[in-house]
């Protein structure tokens, strides 16, 4: 499954991270420049906030074919959506209904999900990567897992901070660390006089040998920049030659990361491994991060070696008051990880002594 996700790239990240050349200069034979994704904002969905740990209800950015943002077929557009889809039949937005992911061997048999996509309304999920839990001892450990890196970039790296030189080209289109890029459906729900909020639900399918040690499911991943095309395409790629690149990924990476993670409230926390000897054979370094960061326009502050340069750039995203004040409010969603410690005070719902305990010790720290 897929219950929790980071994002930590601002908007124009985003739309570079997802960039394309155009169908029509392709098919020229030309090559074609690189074109960013177009960024848009849709009145009756929620702000998407850069975060390390964006749980189900929140908003993650989306891509979609132009049509369906109001603009021209052959673009590509980056839309901030619900995640946990909002079936078109229901009556209200806030629902009870765990539609966060759905299972790509049976969601043809659930009209939720079979109305949007028969409808052609497939997207892509983009995220740095997402988290998982094994169990370990009375407890459970995270894990961050994400797309395997090219060598010289390093998926914790805050690219928020370096040049646009650095990341992106209208020859070469995105060169920073490969983002995960996650099959969905998604829905625009309406009701009388209101704006329409669109929400996505990720496709899972059995995990493979790769990831089997850690849970019984894993994304529905579409790792080539091919597969990302086909899932777009409605109109060239058929319901069947879409489901067709449903099959398991290896190219994955992963590392384990602090249990504060655990608790969808707690911003103060990065995807950093908590122990760089414990990551995946394929997680990749910044081994020319030196020569990266020589491109860096003058007055800039002069590299440092990774480990280092982690510590400093790598801070907690903070999310707007509004935001954390939304958060707290929010209902846990039925089939979230148990993981989730959220304090549900209008449930009766408690922290475990043990917690409150170290809480309070930090507290005094």
């Known amino acids: 499954m897929c219950g929790r996700t980071a994002c930590t790239l601002q908007p124009d990240r985003v739309r570079s991270a997802c960039g394309y050349v ?5 098919k020229g034979g030309g090559g074609g420049k690189f074109r960013k994704a177009r960024w848009v904002d849709q009145p009756g969905s929620k702000a998407y906030h850069p975060s390390y740990n964006i749980a189900p209800t929140g908003t993650l950015p989306v891509l979609i074919r132009g049509q369906h943002a109001g603009c021209a077929d052959d673009e590509r557009v980056v839309m901030p959506m619900r995640w946990g889809l909002v079936p078109f039949f229901h009556k209200v937005a806030d629902m009870k209904l765990s539609t966060f992911n759905a ?3 049976e969601f043809l048999k659930k009209s939720m999900f ?8 497939r997207c892509v999920v983009v995220c740095d990567g997402y988290y998982e839990w094994k169990k370990d001892g009375a407890g459970k450990k995270p894990y961050f897992l994400y797309s395997e890196q090219r060598k010289d970039w390093d998926i914790c790296t805050n690219v928020n901070s370096l040049d646009e030189d650095d990341l992106w080209s209208e020859a070469e289109g995105w060169k920073g660390p490969k983002l995960t890029m996650m099959a969905g459906i998604f829905e ?9 909020l669109y929400s996505f639900t990720i496709l899972t399918q059995a995990a493979n040998s790769r990831l089997d040690w850690l849970h019984s499911r894993m994304p529905v991943f579409l790792v080539t920049p091919e597969a990302v095309r086909d899932w777009l395409s409605v109109g060239e790629t058929s319901d069947e030659t879409a489901l067709a690149l449903i099959t398991p990924a290896d190219s994955l990476a992963w590392h384990p990361v602090s249990a504060d993670i655990n608790n969808v409230r707690n ?5 950093k491994p908590l122990d760089e000897t414990k990551r995946s054979a394929s997680a990749g370094f910044m081994a020319n991060w030196l020569g990266k960061a020589g491109k ?3 007055g800039q502050q002069a590299a440092k070696p990774p480990a280092e340069q982690r510590e400093q750039e790598a801070k907690p995203v903070n999310l707007p008051a509004e935001r954390q004040e939304q958060e707290a409010k929010r ?4 089939g979230e990880p148990e993981e989730r410690d959220v304090v549900q005070q209008e449930q009766g719902t408690k922290r475990p002594v043990e917690q409150q305990e170290q809480e309070a010790k930090r507290s005094k720290q």
């Open 114 to 121: 079979s109305h949007p996509f028969k409808k052609g309304q």
């Open 331 to 334: 209902p846990a969603e039925p």
């Open 296 to 298: 860096r326009s003058e």
């Open 267 to 271: 911003q103060e926390v990065t995807n």
């Open 22 to 26: 155009p169908e029509a200069e392709q």
């Open 103 to 105: 299972r790509s061997e």
């Open 188 to 196: 625009s729900w309406k009701s009388d006089g209101d704006q329409p």
